[in-house]
């Protein structure tokens, strides 16, 4: 879905966007928790990006994770706009999830529509387990805007 009009003048301000990418390369951070938020060993990770015109936002994350047992290791993320608050929560649905002990990396694309243009959006990864403890040997976030 396109946001310009028929007849509207694209000027180089228009095209403009911003593009954040943060890693997290630090081995063997860490969670035991059954609710989403921070690793244990690691603490916050997240990346900032201005919205363009476009008020939209593609938000990719990875990771690589494992469990100490049978069973899940799970990384979602949460997105908050400087002026429009909340405007992603982490859930199961669009989630990292990786069961057992093998060392495994995935990830997920999603696109954010309906953001404020100008606004400061905060992308930060989450994480929490079914069982046991879930491990992060890489984590990485890459927010590009739209133009």
């Known amino acids: ?8 003048r694209i ?14 390369t630090t081995s063997r951070t ?7 938020g921070n690793t244990t060993t690691g603490g916050a990770f997240s990346t900032t990006v201005t ?5 939209q936002v593609i938000v ?9 047992g049978a069973t899940n290791t799970i990384t979602s993320w ?8 909340s405007v992603y929560t982490a859930n199961d649905n669009a989630a ?5 002990t093998s060392n495994i990396s995935v990830d997920l694309t999603h696109r954010l529509t309906g953001l404020t243009p100008g606004e400061t959006l905060t992308v930060t990864m989450v994480h929490k387990v079914s069982g046991g403890t879930g491990t992060f040997d890489y984590r990485n ?7």
């Open 96 to 100: 990292l999830i990786v069961t057992g």
């Open 51 to 55: 919205v363009p015109a476009s008020g």
């Open 1 to 8: 879905m396109s946001h310009w009009r028929a007849g509207q």
């Open 60 to 68: 990719s994350i990875r990771s690589t994770q494992r469990n100490s």
């Open 30 to 36: 860490t969670t035991t928790t059954a609710s989403y």
């Open 141 to 147: 976030i890459l927010l590009q805007g739209c133009p």
């Open 11 to 24: 000027t180089v301000a228009k095209l403009a966007v911003d593009t954040a990418q943060v890693e997290d």
């Open 78 to 85: 949460n997105a908050s706009g400087s002026t429009s608050g």
